[in-house]
């Protein structure tokens, strides 16, 4: 059962809004409506023109269509010069009421383009029916639309799908910044002359869901930002820091320890990446969990890791250190480490047990563990378990910096403007990250 439908009007030889009407509209959705038992869905009329090489010079008017436009019966119109900026509006307007199930009423010949575009610019959250658009109403009934049945209808080839693709891209690179200009916070403790480095926050991006706004750097299928979106925030990210976005590799997290050295087979999930490679960018993301960034300037290696709280009790930092020795011969007294924006234990806490394991590490990592839930503090066990692993701890940055320019390991909770946070936000959340590259 729908809580939407969106009707596709386009149409390769004329207005695409020939022959129908309000009433005509309104109709047919009875019918549907009739038919296959939804209650009031939310309905949007979408006109648009075709694809940069399909399209005909027709200037697409608002005026046009906008007898169409009837909240009052329960539908509205999105009217724009090409599929992909009808589409992305459309989806705003879902995610606004929070609709995750469309059916999709289009012309059989637009149905193979109108998935492909849906494939891109949404994720497995939504789900998605396709049916034929009937031509506008004759004599009170539906006609068929013309052509052959829509199982002789051919796929798309490789180039509409790449058509497709390029068209979304060069329509998201035009979309203007959110929340700001794009900030990336750098340490004064990895020299810049070696390495490229820094944590991103929420501005500079063009994610626009609240929980996601808007420089979110991380898509799954339980999220509302799909892969494109996030892409062209990681484009803006690699511009402004000066990397090629192909070079980029992040942790594929699983809340442990595993850590991939880069040249070796690539494990299907891990917390830490070390490489010695110039220009190849790796990165850890963080929403609470903290992301840490390693650094030895002598054997010009570097790692990051994403450490979560399970990740710091089974060590991953160390790991991660413990990789670059191995595999790089770095001096641990060498290593630099920074500790980015993470959860602090005013906002997090844990059950007894949990936590116990955190004051086993240092009983000042744990505050109330008498209470049924404790507050812990990871980024205190961190250090705590770096120190004991041998790095040197004027080598480590965390929040007991006393320089407030400097001090940018900040509760990611606690400051909902300047970064994500699963604990605040919930299941929809935005990710940052912590970034670091050996420079050429």
Not at 14 to 37: C, Q, Y
Not at 42 to 71: K, N, T
Not at 76 to 100: G, M, P
Request: glycine fraction near 6%; proline fraction near 7%.
């Amino acid at each position: 059962m729908a809580n939407a439908v969106l009707i596709d009007l386009k149409s390769e030889r004329e207005a695409p809004w020939e022959g129908w009407t309000p009433e005509s509209v309104i109709r047919m959705l009875e019918m549907l409506w009739k038919d296959n038992g939804s209650q009031d869905p939310w309905v949007c009329i979408m006109c648009c023109q075709s694809l940069p090489s399909e399209r005909s010079g027709e200037d697409v008017s608002h005026a046009a269509v906008q007898g169409f436009h009837c909240p009052e019966q329960g539908f509205e119109v999105v009217c724009a010069r090409s599929t992909v900026a009808a589409l992305y509006a459309v989806k705003q307007k879902l995610d606004e009421k929070d609709i995750n199930r469309v059916q999709v009423l289009s012309p059989p010949h637009r149905k193979a383009f109108m998935r492909a575009f849906v494939d891109q610019l949404f994720t497995s959250v939504y789900k998605f029916e396709f049916n034929d658009l009937p031509l506008p109403l004759e004599a009170g009934s539906l006609r068929q639309s013309p052509g052959p049945p829509k199982e002789f209808l051919p796929p798309l080839t490789g180039q509409d799908v790449g058509r497709i693709q390029r068209e979304i891209k060069m329509y998201l690179e035009t979309l203007p910044a959110l929340k700001g200009e794009l900030r990336i916070l750098r340490s004064e403790r990895i020299p810049d002359d070696l390495f490229l480095h820094g944590f991103t926050t929420r501005a500079g991006g063009i994610s626009y869901i609240p929980t996601l706004s808007a420089f979110n750097l991380f898509s799954s299928s339980k999220r509302r930002d799909p892969p494109v979106v996030v892409q062209e925030n990681l484009r803006r990210l690699a511009v402004a820091a000066g990397f090629d976005p192909q070079t980029y590799h992040s942790i594929k997290v699983n809340h442990a320890s595993d850590v991939w050295v880069m040249g070796k087979a690539q494990p299907e999930s891990y917390d830490g990446i070390v490489t010695n490679q110039t220009g190849v960018v790796i990165a850890a993301p963080g929403a609470d969990c903290i992301p840490v960034l390693f650094a030895d300037p002598v054997r010009k290696a570097c790692g990051a890791a994403h450490s979560g709280w399970q990740g710091t009790l089974l060590g991953v930092s160390m790991a991660t250190v413990n990789a670059m020795a191995t595999e790089y011969g770095c001096r641990v007294e060498d290593i630099l480490v920074v500790l980015g924006p993470s959860v602090g234990p005013c906002c997090f806490t844990l059950p007894q047990e949990s936590a116990e394991q955190f004051h086993r590490i240092d009983p000042k990592c744990v505050r109330h563990l008498e209470s049924s839930r404790p507050s812990v503090d990871i980024r205190r066990a961190t250090r705590a378990l770096l120190e004991a692993g041998g790095i040197l701890p004027q080598n480590i940055q965390d929040d007991s910096v006393m320089d407030p320019s400097q001090n940018f390991t900040l509760c990611t909770a606690c400051h909902p403007e300047q970064f994500y946070s699963h604990i605040r936000d919930g299941e929809n959340f935005g990710t940052q990250i912590g970034f670091i590259a050996i420079k050429d």
